[in-house]
């Protein structure tokens, strides 16, 4: 068998450690010379496939590749641009094919949520009607943590850990300020469909009083009466209360509370800011002084914290899709499965791409209280195992030390494209 | 001689280390029980004192106490209360008096500011008029950096390393996007009336193209027109533009641009906003997609990555702090001198209370770019050593485990006093 080049390429939005899902598909896939030619890395994402944009990675050393597991972001770029219906772009997927067999490229790794895994799927059933089979496998990534089958999704942890790391910090502060200052702090966190990361926030509660007091689930619709009487209590028994809030926390008309919360300067909704307009509420209904913030990017950026178990568990799909991919499996995607709750355990599995595809894993309703306002001990028990351990990186000068790659391009071979 | 007990008190805004110089305070006078009692603390700052709620600090063991040094917040809470002057409210510095003799106390130590620095040095001076000369010594701390004849502030370097690592990270992330989506990133940090913060964002950049590209100072009144061009420049450049904003941001009328921005929808002046509004500008302007982080609380209070540098040295002004106490030194302040800039040394000097008290240091102009969007090398040497070393918390279920304190109170022994 000649040795085919592998294609790999991000997709959506990027995390603390899919880098170190690339670091492990290169540094797998460089231990079989004789099965797998080069790497080739799609810039920015399947745009680069696309528009023939290829990054050849047996150009940076080993060195580099490795500093890639503890470097944040996409080292050869990210991008959101979903692939259409085969129906409707077919030539979109004869491109892909195109450029497949114009590079000699035998293997398809796809790193991304639930459309990049519909897109890696579509992939693996075209090439063998093209004439050109590739085997196409997807690897999990999202910090959203809402792809099915695999317990857990590579990105997610790492957020988790920032998220309520932050929180509980914030919380000191805050406690420290209340008696003449801020007594309301509240802290925006991502995830709009499904509230994985406001959850992990509660992570950082474990004793009576300890923050935050209040999570404001997109699950849950906002009850504003409810909360409020439920912040006015917590401040009246600590003296002070600490929100966590999801950006994508609804109102009971069903609206995004961000959209609901007025227009800014230039008259556009004003979006990502659902944690002021919940922190005004409250100082305009009770009187009492707020702080609030908004973590944004820093969030799933936080190498510098991220989950050692993230890290680990988002090398070990990388090595899986590898591995699977020389075993010849199209159509897959490694799924990270928990083999034991108490003492924590997991191995990697092996989940359909057409079984995730698409799909949407939300959380479980027994996972927030009754009162909508926290989490239960089951949502605890499955989220405190993919926080554990610290993988800080290498330091220089005080800061992260973390790698640009040179990212050289392949001569391209085939006409212009244009997406 | 009889020991005395010592008072304790946090005031104003907490560091990610104030709690480090409470440590070296308690464990420093515990060395030296014939001289020193107890240490009391106030329980919110001088609040505690005025109202004669004092917290035994000798019930707390020496683990806990130890551990002090690695959580962030006040642990005995902190307050902004500024004492007025002598002659308007000389009944409270009376008071104060009042309340030190009736537990014996003989030092005053006060962790602050510099309003702090001055009621320190207004304490110092009444106690002998009052017939109680107690020995005050006022310790710095401040994440805005602007004590004067001290170096630098315990608190800053933590912030600033806080900072320098959050928005290289979120550089990174942005970089990987730009190509599809976010563009722009804007992070908004604290220092309202001196940029050292925004300043020590710069230093996430270390090679031509690095995040942050521009930096907006509290010092530099905003230029639209400059700062537009110079987005558009970068952004043709590196297809994306991470920009560090100060919450202090002043318009060319002298107003924040944070209450400039608009009003939100309950009518209020938008304000710790300005991130927003620079980044919708660049929306507006010139089209670009953006996402901005609002740090707040968390830069100030994120222990976990605190400076060792900072560490150090909140942990030697509150020894040195005891110290000059013992030797009977009042109304002074422990000061940090930087003895080497190239090979970066410290020691701790003395600087008198009446010299710091109400004065603030801004940065100096040769630290600032001409063109006012970064920062020069001469503020580079400044800022690196400040941030240098790594001195993480110790983890507990995947979390930085800090310590929360009985905090049990002393009895009172006064008639009631309204503050």
């Not at 890639?68 to 692939?83: E, N, Q, V």
């Not at 979109?92 to 895994?117: C, P, T, W």
């Not at 590579?154 to 929180?167: D, E």
Request: charged share 20%; proline share 4%; net charge neutral.
């Amino acid at each position: 068998m000649v040795a085919k080049n592998a294609f790999y390429a991000q997709s959506g939005g990027v995390t603390a450690v899919i880098n170190a899902t690339a670091c492990a598909v290169i540094e797998t896939a460089r231990q079989h010379p004789d099965k797998i030619g080069k790497v080739l890395a799609g810039r920015n994402g399947i745009i680069g496939a696309l528009t023939e944009d290829l990054i050849d990675t047996s150009l940076e050393s080993a060195a580099d590749i490795a500093a890639l597991r503890h470097t944040p972001g996409g080292a050869f770029g990210s991008c959101r641009y979903k692939l259409k219906g085969m129906d409707q772009h077919r030539a979109q997927y004869e491109r892909l094919i195109e450029v497949f067999k114009a590079h000699d490229i035998g293997y398809f790794f796809y790193n991304g949520g639930n459309d990049s895994m519909d897109t890696a799927w579509k992939v693996s059933q075209i090439g063998e009607q093209l004439g050109y089979p590739v085997v196409c496998v997807g690897i999990p990534k999202t910090v959203d943590n809402d792809l099915p089958i695999t317990d857990n999704c590579p990105g997610f942890g790492s957020v988790a850990k920032y998220v309520a790391t932050s929180i509980r910090e914030a919380a000191f502060d805050v406690a420290s300020m209340a008696k003449t200052s801020t007594k309301i702090f509240v802290m925006e966190v991502m995830g709009r469909h499904a509230g994985w990361i406001t959850a992990a926030c509660g992570l950082a509660a474990e004793k009576e009083g300890d923050g935050p007091h209040l999570l404001l689930f997109p699950e849950v619709p906002f009850d504003e009466a409810a909360f409020l009487a439920r912040v006015k209590q917590c401040v009246e028994k600590y003296d002070h209360c600490v929100i966590g809030v999801s950006e994508g926390l609804l109102n009971k008309e069903g609206q995004l509370m961000a959209e609901a919360g007025g227009k800014d300067a230039f008259g556009h909704s004003q979006l990502g800011g659902v944690g002021q307009v919940i922190a005004q509420l409250v100082k305009e209904r009770l009187g009492y002084k707020y702080h609030w913030a908004l973590a944004d990017y820093l969030q799933r950026s936080a190498r510098h914290i991220a989950s050692a178990t993230d890290v680990e568990q988002a090398y070990a799909v990388g090595k899986a899709a590898v591995e699977l991919a020389l075993a010849g499996r199209n159509a897959v995607m490694p799924a990270i499965l928990r083999t034991s709750d108490t003492h924590y355990r997991w191995e990697i599995g092996t989940a359909n791409l057409k079984d995730v595809a698409n799909v949407e894993k939300m959380m479980p309703k027994a996972f927030i209280t009754a009162d909508g306002f926290g989490i239960t001990d089951a949502c605890r028990r499955y989220l405190s195992p993919l926080i554990e351990g610290e993988l800080p990186p290498p330091y220089r000068n005080g800061l992260p030390d973390y790698v640009r790659l040179s990212n050289q391009g392949v001569p391209r071979r085939l006409p212009e494209y244009a997406v």
